[in-house]
């Protein structure tokens, strides 16, 4: 039981990580430019088969995944450049409309360039197997390649911390965030902060397409689900704020993942069994959906809202 | 954007589009193109379903992204009902626009007390809810959907033959616009019209501002719902998929093609929807890669739709 | 003593570090025009808002009509008979003058429901005509069927108060009815605010002083968020301590 509670909990604050390099650049993207981009999704599915490609080609996942999120970056710098850049002025149906467009076009470009079925992407050789450690005199075991993404994800999350909170550009982007006009009107090249933000936010998302790739398999439609709990984290974070998309990664990704693990045995110690069995799976994919809601009625504007 | 009003030659235009399409399956038959009375089916009842987005879209202005909620709940209504017994459209149909309705208060309820991208982002969240909610129900038949026994009888009559289900798709249709008419000339709809120029000053004028969009709301999501039992229907299934996200997003880009705020935006942008669909399908099968680009085109060259390209609105 | 129809109790209101209102105590009286004046940034349109009800305090109340309404939102103190016009002018551009009043007759409690979902507007007679009377009261009832957006911007402040009528309130709170009208435009809104107040409660949030000494009964003074005086014209012009807030201002 111990051992299940501790790799469920680290899934979860996994899970929760990856969330929060998904979330991280949306949130920026929403709460600076006002700009609702449904293709985020898109750019991680992109990215994860960039990283899948460059893996094959080089024979090295390291090297894949920095050339796939490089490369992820530069589509998502010319995306910028030719459509969002128009984008940003328009209304928010221009904006859902132009991005579901973006949407259809890259799931079926996909399809065309590397087929309909999923890629397979393999972990470095050395993090294929679980590790052993031991904790208040058990032994545990937890797969090395998950922990290797557990530390990515703090580290990353980390940095960014620091480059949102310690630096100038950091600085624009908060301001941009609380208050655009006021942004432009001290002077920043708010074009310039805006093309950043979004290359920053592709490679991002890119980066944990690449490392959850090995994890799930890495096929057309995978960018859209995760869209959706990345919106999930920024309702219940709060549009635009960084710290708001950590806790609420955390959250979504912890209750999700033991939510479903321990659930429908909580409820088969509750309920008749064939009501557990019915019931438990229904609620336990539900249930972030429930605490949003739940969060939603009594903090309208999520839990740390960028505007005052 | 303006305030609806009934062009002078409104009525007869829709008499005229009345009379053809109650002829047109005797038309398909007499040239033997029976296989069209399904399609022209799934426009009518994708035609609702787009009119009912751009009651709460273009009319009241809350932007929905999980329209396709309430179109998939109403099909699991048809089809739940169908399972208990009653296979009368008749009773089955309103219970399907209740249930839809239902979950579309629900949700408005908690989501109307936000604006802008997070309305956007809370109304598609909660179809995906519904969504997995309908997959992981075991009950429900999960992600294979709950199937049909056979389509129901309006007032009696089996619909089990094309023509008859393109009719009830038809009444179903006609009736709604006929509704939708009515009200958007009518205090509600002056009222609702009136909350998405400007909310602040009707509420200044002592509406309950808040009271008006959720009932709204809640309509679209009541016709929706009976858009979904009538493709229940004629696919035969109450399929998860119909809840998916994307349904959403295809609802949304009729409206948006055929005119947000238009009477028949939502009828305009599912015939040219579904036809570019048709004969596009027919000469490849990448053909949504040719569909994103015409929307990009759309958004930035017709920004106020195909409707707004060939008319001015009247007001 | 006449029947207080606004009573404001110990209104406090924090805006982050600042105190955009102190404890205000402020009443108007039923029958008169009452006028708010201070210099910018006194805190005036905060006061408003704290009364209409599109925001709530921190502390204290707000009574209309012997009523504690401070936990009503703005649309159920309009019900209560407590209207109000915008600094901005603010109708709706794309119906006509006509049809933006009989928006505003309609939103009325006993104007009927508004559920209606069949009936057309244009055959409720009874919302037009009470319209056209509002209209009349303004002075534009020979604009009824121009579009709200081509009136010249007097006329449209107009319609305002045409709008605000029609929810036939017991206080019409005006919120800078001359602001950015020509001195001929001035004039015909201070006759035209004459001529209202005949018939209801007027609070007046103004700066140009000519209108409120010709105005107002009574004015009371808001500086940084306090309440310094209230009073007859001629006191408050008398009062050292308003003089020393407006210094520089010609009162």
Request: neutral net charge.
């Amino acid at each position: 039981m111990t051992q299940l509670l501790l790799e469920q909990a680290l899934n979860g604050l996994q899970f929760g990580l990856m969330l929060f390099l998904l979330a991280a650049g949306l949130t920026l993207v929403f709460g600076i430019m006002d700009c609702i981009n449904l293709a985020h999704g898109s750019l991680y599915m992109v990215g994860a088969y960039f990283v899948a490609a460059a893996t094959q080609a080089a024979d090295s996942f390291w090297i894949g995944l920095g050339v796939g999120v490089a490369g992820a970056a530069l589509l998502g710098l010319l995306l910028e450049l030719s459509l969002f850049r128009q984008l940003y002025k328009r209304d928010h149906l221009s904006q859902v409309l132009a991005t579901f467009a973006l949407i259809l076009i890259a799931n079926e470009a996909v399809r065309v360039i590397w087929g309909a079925q999923p890629v397979m992407l393999n972990p470095p050789d050395a993090l294929a197997g679980p590790v052993e450690f031991s904790l208040l005199g058990d032994t545990f075991f937890y797969p090395a390649y998950r922990l290797v993404i557990i530390a990515f994800g703090i580290g990353v999350a980390g940095l960014l911390y620091l480059l949102v909170a310690k630096t100038r550009v950091g600085m624009w982007v908060r301001a941009g965030a609380s208050n655009r006009e006021m942004t432009e009107a001290l002077g920043i090249n708010v074009q310039a902060l805006f093309t950043a933000v979004f290359v920053f936010g592709t490679a991002l998302c890119a980066l944990a397409g690449g490392l959850l790739g090995p994890l799930l398999a890495v096929q057309v439609g995978m960018g859209e689900s995760v869209l959706i709990l990345a919106f999930v984290v920024i309702i219940i974070g709060g549009i635009g704020s960084i710290r708001g998309a950590l806790v609420g990664s955390l959250i979504v990704g912890s209750v999700d993942t033991l939510g479903r693990a321990l659930l429908p045995t909580l409820l088969r110690a509750l309920l008749p069994a064939d009501a557990a069995s019915t019931l438990g799976p229904a609620l336990a994919s539900i249930l972030i959906y429930l605490l949003m809601a739940g969060i939603l009625f009594f903090k309208p504007q999520g839990l740390f809202p960028a505007r005052a | 954007m303006a305030f609806y009003r009934a062009a002078p030659y409104q009525q007869p235009v829709a008499i005229a589009l009345v009379l053809i399409l109650a002829a047109l399956p005797f038309v398909l038959t007499a040239f033997g193109q029976e296989f069209y009375i399904g399609f022209a089916t799934r426009v009518l009842i994708f035609a609702l379903a787009a009119s009912s987005l751009n009651l709460v879209l273009g009319f009241g202005g809350m932007f929905s992204l999980g329209h396709a909620a309430f179109f998939g709940i109403g099909a699991y209504a048809a089809a739940i009902c169908q399972q208990a017994g009653v296979n009368e459209a008749l009773i089955a149909f309103p219970l399907a626009m209740l249930a839809a309705g239902s979950f579309a208060l629900a949700v408005g309820a908690i989501s109307l007390r936000t604006r802008g991208v997070y309305f956007i982002m809370i109304t598609l969240a909660f179809a995906q809810m519904a969504y997995y909610l309908f997959i992981s129900a075991r009950s429900l038949g999960g992600d294979d959907g709950l199937p049909l026994a056979g389509r129901m009888t309006l007032a009696g009559v089996p619909l089990t033959d094309d023509t008859s289900l393109y009719f009830a798709a038809f009444f179903g249709l006609t009736l709604a616009m006929l509704f939708f008419g009515r009200l958007a000339d009518a205090r509600f709809g002056r009222v609702i019209q009136a909350i998405r120029e400007n909310e602040t000053r009707m509420e200044a004028l002592g509406y309950p501002v808040f009271t008006y969009r959720l009932v709204c709301f809640a309509l679209g999501g009541a016709l929706a719902g009976l858009a979904g039992a009538l493709l229940a229907n004629l696919t035969g299934l109450a399929s998860p998929n119909l809840l998916v996200w994307t349904q959403s997003g295809t609802l949304l880009v009729m409206v948006i093609i055929g005119g947000v705020g238009y009477l028949y935006g939502g009828v305009v942008g599912a015939l040219i929807l579904l036809c570019l669909e048709e004969v596009l399908v027919g000469f490849t099968s990448h053909w949504h890669i040719v569909l994103g680009l015409i929307l990009l085109g759309v958004v930035l060259f017709a920004p106020k739709g195909v409707a707004a390209l060939f008319g001015k609105r009247h007001g | 003593m006449a029947e207080q129809l606004l009573e404001v109790r110990q209104l406090s209101r924090r805006f982050a570090a600042v105190d955009a209102l102190k404890a205000v105590d402020f009443s108007v009286e039923a029958g008169e025009v009452h006028a708010l004046i201070g210099p910018n940034g006194a805190g005036k349109t905060t006061f408003i808002h704290h009364v209409s009800g599109a925001l709530n305090p921190d502390s204290g109340s707000v009574h209309f009509a012997g009523a504690d309404v401070t936990a009503l939102s703005m649309h159920q103190r309009v019900t209560a008979g407590m209207a109000r016009s915008y600094q901005i002018t603010n109708v709706f551009p794309s119906l006509s003058v006509l049809d933006n009043v009989a928006l505003a007759v309609q939103g009325r409690a006993d104007a009927g429901s508004s559920f209606r979902f069949w009936k057309p507007v244009q055959a409720e007679q009874r919302l037009f005509e009470e319209a056209r009377a509002c209209l009349d009261q303004v002075g534009l009832g020979a604009r009824n069927e121009t579009l709200a957006s081509s009136l010249a911007h007097g006329e449209q402040r107009a319609l305002e108060l045409a709008m605000a009528l029609a929810t036939r309130p017991r206080m019409l709170l005006l919120d800078e009815p001359m602001a950015g009208a020509g001195p001929e435009e001035s004039a015909r809104m201070v006759e035209l605010i004459e001529h209202l107040a005949r018939h209801v409660t007027i609070l007046l949030v103004e700066h140009d002083m000519a209108a409120v000494f010709r105005l107002a009964d009574r004015i009371s003074v808001l500086v940084n968020g306090q309440l310094i005086c209230t009073g007859e014209p001629e006191a408050v012009r008398a009062n050292p301590e308003v003089r020393r807030a407006y210094l520089g201002d010609h009162l």
